[in-house]
């Protein structure tokens, strides 16, 4: 069998290897290294898969979260509702840009912040909701407009964990997480479901004015050459990086549904078990399995990881603290006991190998080792 990764990225680049060295190759000749050909390309390509009007390349997600909060203008003091569950760069950037984070409690069954809970958070200072679609599965979209309508708030969405996930509106019709929102933060950071080979972001929004702000944020708040309007970063999306990005995209689809059956297969070999929920698939997105987490009931979660550890079946915890009990994010408003579902889950959940090279012996294996565990 063979050695069973978190990710496996070197399988998946074997099966493209010739594609992906060629284009890496055009842009080593061209020497175009920054803003080249390849990264407009790229662009393109993204805006027409996505159906979103405006694609900003940038350095990393957590620079594309940044710089659409800074592209809208938000300033300190103005109130930001968040996860309490998800990774730290969500409420880093808040924080970073002084402006307060208001953490929110998520839905147990999705892992997805909580409309109801983003309702009750509202106060005159709020200005902004960062819905993340963790794990793969876009939020409830809907119910998060309908707040922001009411309430004159901006979304941005942290859709690094889930580009291609399509979210179905009441009416029957689809779209793209990452384009329903005002403004939308995405990675490519290696192991994402869009990966390049070293780190990548970008920032998707639909408003023609709000895109011309964000290119100028990504490039030192610049309006014409050398002249310098604003406080901006430099935060660019390297030509190799895109031209990796652009073979990628092709077989984005192809990554998604590999994705989709590695998960079946495990609900499958689960869903007898008692001890193991297997993921929550909503009514409203489809799932691009990012990660496939399970919440276990009655077992002891940090032994079951050293078994499978110990067996050769990595494993994860994402994420073992939540964003109120960590040491940097300390703050008086918030204690142990506030956000019950997150710090449940946050004790009872693990991430299985999923990527999208899983082969059928490693399936087989791998649920064997979990069921042995569970019952035991
Ligand atoms: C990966 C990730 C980020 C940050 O992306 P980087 O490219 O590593 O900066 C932000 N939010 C979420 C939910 C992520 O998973």
Not at 102 to 126: G, Q, S
């Amino acid at each position: 069998m063979k050695e069973i990764r978190m990710v496996d990225l070197k399988g998946q680049y074997d099966k493209i290897k010739t594609e992906i060295d060629q284009e890496i190759q055009k842009v080593i000749d061209s020497t175009a290294f920054i803003n080249g050909p390849a990264v407009q390309e790229f662009q393109a390509d993204l805006e027409k898969y996505l159906g979103v009007k405006h694609v900003i390349p940038c350095a990393n997600g957590t620079d594309a979260l940044q710089v659409a909060m800074m592209g809208l203008g938000l300033k300190p003091g103005d109130e930001v509702i968040t996860t309490s569950f998800t990774f730290i760069a969500t409420a880093e950037v808040i924080a970073l840009l002084g402006l307060t984070p208001v953490l929110v409690d998520v839905d147990p069954d999705t892992f997805n912040i909580d409309p109801e809970a983003v309702r009750k958070a509202i106060t005159p200072h709020t200005k902004a909701i960062v819905p993340v679609h963790l794990f793969g599965q876009s939020v409830d979209m809907e119910e998060v407009l309908k707040i922001a309508n009411e309430h004159n708030l901006f979304v941005i969405e942290d859709v690094c964990q889930a580009i291609g996930a399509d979210y179905i509106f009441s009416d029957g019709s689809t779209k793209k997480a990452g384009t329903i929102g005002d403004v939308a933060g995405v990675s490519f950071f290696p192991s994402k479901n869009l990966g390049c080979f070293g780190d990548g972001g970008a920032i998707f929004t639909n408003n023609d004015e709000l895109a011309r702000q964000l290119r100028v944020v990504v490039n030192h708040g610049m309006t014409v050459r050398y002249y310098h309007d604003y406080v901006g970063v430099n935060s660019r999306l390297d030509a190799m990086q895109a031209a990796v990005l652009k073979v990628k995209l092709q077989y984005l689809y192809e990554y998604a549904k590999a994705r989709q059956a590695a998960a079946d297969y495990y609900d499958n070999a689960f869903a007898g078990c008692q001890k193991l929920q297997t993921p929550v698939r909503a009514s409203f997105s489809s799932h691009v399995f990012h990660q496939y987490t399970l919440v276990t009931n009655n077992l002891d979660r940090d032994e079951m990881q050293k078994f499978l550890m110990s067996k050769g079946v990595p494993a994860m915890i994402y994420y073992p603290v939540p964003m109120h009990l960590q040491k940097a994010y300390q703050d008086p408003r918030y204690k142990e006991g506030d956000f019950p579902v997150t710090e449940a889950l946050s004790k009872t959940v693990i991430s299985l190998p999923m990527h999208t090279e899983l082969d059928e012996e490693q399936l087989k294996y791998i649920t064997t080792c979990v069921l042995e565990f569970a019952n035991r």
